[in-house]
């Protein structure tokens, strides 16, 4: 079976090999440390193990919800945000054909995301739109009282339950939630809610290949169970015993944590799949949030290729030389289109006739590295066989395996994210939330 490959070789006009190699002793001390839960923030190291613990009853255990649902629903809203998002979202929107949305028949349910923002335009006309729609629910949240995940299940669950009843909406609903604590699982076990569990020591953003990730996947038809094996695989390409010059993951860590030393502070991982854009956004919020402390960190950034060459190109050719780019490359589309020859020639085009449309994409992918790499951008290329639930577990396991071992290399705590709760501080003091009374009083008197 193939596999993920990672090319370094455009790098080296701003590091050298040996900058890389440099990082074998402490890459090989960090993966001890993740595997022994030695590290920093080792009480939230369940992700490590995860693709080989899955077991055959929770994978059919979701399946079945995932059927239930299913036969109940056109539409499922999953509600979450963060971690408890973009997982699940980045799987679906690689794997659904571009113009799904605008089938009239679907073979599984169209599956929706809210709780992600507070517009409430867009929660306006969600509701406008689920209004006599057979629909439902997954939440999404450990403690319940996220305020934009809770606002999105308040409305949602009030227009469920006076659709098609109290009775009937508790079959439509799923809660992904606490084992034991917090307001939705006081809700759900009042209620008699379908439940899965987020386990204790998997954070948000390691939480793909939990029931969090998996019940939506599952939900728009997809096959976690292939998901699943490609993490498997993955877990045993990067596992502490591989070599570190045959370890994708701990190769990856040393070249960003070495462009980091030489002056690259951001790196833009980019794409020419257009159903690849939320993975650049999962793997933003995966990197970001768990290297961003301390005042250290690389500024994660994210473009879509050739789209972006229009308008970000600009910048990345020529702006400020303080990035680098990883690209993740698909090497093989799902179909076949060739450019015709045309009599007239208008467009000039005729030099492509009978050529894949893949192939001018893979010349453009070619021909930009080529000039970003002469620009002075140093680039890295991850390559997929093919897109598909497969490679995409692995790509997910090699992204998670190599942050965790390049958190380590910065010094950080890459699996705690104390920053996030800055706003919320604010926000409650704000709309005088009781409790935050204090805080109330303190911003208004700032904000004066």
């Given at each position: 079976?193939?596999?993920?490959?990672?090319?370094?070789?455009?790098?080296?006009?701003?590091?050298?090999?040996?900058s890389?190699?440099a990082?074998?002793?402490?890459?090989?001390?960090?993966?001890?440390?993740l595997?022994?839960?030695?590290?920093?923030?080792?009480?939230?190291?369940?992700?490590?193990?995860?693709?080989?613990?899955?077991?055959?009853?929770?994978?059919?255990?979701?399946?079945?919800?995932?059927?239930?649902?299913?036969?109940?629903?056109?539409?499922?809203?999953?509600?979450?945000?963060?971690?408890s998002?973009?997982g699940?979202?980045?799987?679906?929107?690689?794997?659904?054909?571009?113009?799904?949305?605008?089938?009239?028949?679907?073979?599984?349910?169209?599956?929706?995301?809210?709780?992600?923002?507070?517009?409430?335009?867009?929660?306006?006309?969600?509701?406008?739109?689920?209004?006599?729609?057979?629909?439902?629910?997954?939440?999404?949240?450990?403690?319940?009282t996220t305020?934009?995940?809770?606002i999105?299940?308040?409305?949602?669950?009030?227009?469920?339950?006076?659709?098609?009843?109290?009775?009937?909406?508790?079959?439509?609903?799923?809660a992904v939630?606490?084992?034991?604590?917090?307001?939705?699982?006081?809700?759900?076990?009042?209620?008699?809610?379908?439940?899965?569990?987020?386990p204790?020591?998997?954070?948000?953003?390691?939480?793909?290949?939990?029931?969090?990730?998996?019940?939506?996947?599952?939900?728009?038809?997809?096959?976690?169970?292939?998901?699943?094996?490609?993490?498997?695989?993955?877990?045993?390409?990067?596992?502490?015993?591989?070599?570190?010059?045959?370890?994708?993951?701990?190769?990856?860590?040393?070249?960003?944590?070495?462009?980091?030393?030489?002056?690259?502070?951001?790196?833009?991982?980019?794409?020419?799949?257009?159903?690849?854009?939320?993975?650049?956004?999962?793997?933003?919020?995966l990197?970001?949030?768990?290297?961003?402390?301390?005042?250290?960190?690389?500024?994660?950034a994210?473009?879509?290729?050739?789209?972006?060459?229009?308008?970000?190109?600009?910048?990345?050719?020529?702006?400020?030389?303080?990035?680098?780019?990883?690209?993740v490359?698909?090497?093989?589309?799902?179909?076949?289109?060739?450019?015709?020859?045309d009599e007239?020639?208008?467009?000039?085009?005729?030099?492509?006739?009978?050529?894949?449309?893949?192939?001018?994409?893979?010349?453009a992918?070619?021909?930009?590295?080529v000039?970003?790499?002469?620009?002075?951008?140093p680039n890295?290329?991850?390559?997929?066989?093919?897109?598909?639930?497969?490679?995409?577990?692995?790509?997910?396991?090699?992204?998670?395996k190599?942050v965790?071992?390049?958190?380590y290399?910065?010094?950080?705590?890459?699996?705690?994210?104390p920053?996030?709760?800055?706003?919320?501080?604010?926000?409650?003091?704000?709309?005088e939330k009781?409790?935050?009374?204090?805080?109330?009083?303190?911003?208004?008197?700032?904000?004066?």
């Open positions: 079976m193939k596999t993920l490959t990672l090319d370094l070789s455009g790098i080296y006009t701003a590091v050298t090999p040996q890389i190699q990082w074998e002793e402490k890459s090989n001390q960090y993966q001890q440390q595997h022994a839960g030695t590290g920093l923030g080792n009480d939230f190291l369940g992700w490590i193990n995860l693709p080989c613990e899955i077991s055959e009853e929770q994978l059919s255990s979701i399946e079945e919800a995932a059927r239930g649902l299913q036969e109940r629903c056109d539409y499922v809203v999953s509600i979450g945000i963060g971690g998002y973009l699940a979202r980045a799987v679906i929107e690689a794997l659904t054909p571009s113009f799904e949305a605008y089938q009239t028949k679907h073979t599984a349910p169209q599956v929706i995301f809210a709780g992600h923002n507070i517009g409430e335009d867009y929660l306006s006309e969600l509701v406008a739109f689920l209004r006599d729609k057979r629909f439902g629910l997954i939440n999404i949240s450990k403690s319940g305020t934009e995940p809770a999105a299940f308040r409305i949602l669950k009030a227009l469920l339950e006076e659709q098609v009843g109290r009775e009937e909406a508790r079959e439509r609903i799923i939630t606490d084992k034991a604590r917090g307001a939705l699982r006081t809700l759900a076990d009042k209620e008699g809610y379908k439940t899965f569990i987020i204790d020591d998997i954070g948000g953003r390691f939480s793909v290949l939990t029931p969090v990730g998996l019940l939506p996947i599952a939900v728009a038809g997809f096959d976690i169970r292939e998901l699943v094996r490609g993490a498997r695989e993955m877990k045993a390409l990067v596992d502490e015993s591989v070599p570190f010059a045959e370890n994708p993951s701990a190769l990856y860590a040393a070249a960003r944590n070495s462009l980091y030393q030489a002056g690259k502070k951001i790196e833009i991982l980019g794409n020419f799949h257009p159903r690849l854009h939320y993975i650049g956004e999962w793997w933003k919020q990197y970001g949030e768990s290297e961003g402390k301390d005042h250290k960190g690389i500024f994660n994210s473009v879509d290729f050739s789209a972006d060459l229009h308008s970000m190109g600009q910048w990345i050719q020529e702006g400020e030389r303080s990035i680098f780019e990883t690209i490359s698909i090497a093989e589309p799902d179909t076949t289109l060739r450019i015709e020859s007239a020639n208008l467009d000039g085009l005729n030099y492509l006739a009978g050529k894949r449309v893949d192939e001018v994409n893979k010349m992918e070619l021909g930009v590295r000039a970003h790499i002469d620009g002075g951008v890295i290329r991850i390559v997929l066989p093919k897109l598909d639930a497969y490679y995409i577990g692995q790509l997910f396991y090699f992204f998670e190599a965790g071992i390049s958190g290399m910065l010094e950080v705590n890459p699996f705690n994210q920053g996030v709760e800055a706003y919320k501080k604010n926000m409650f003091a704000l709309l009781p409790g935050f009374e204090a805080d109330t009083e303190a911003i208004k008197a700032r904000l004066k």
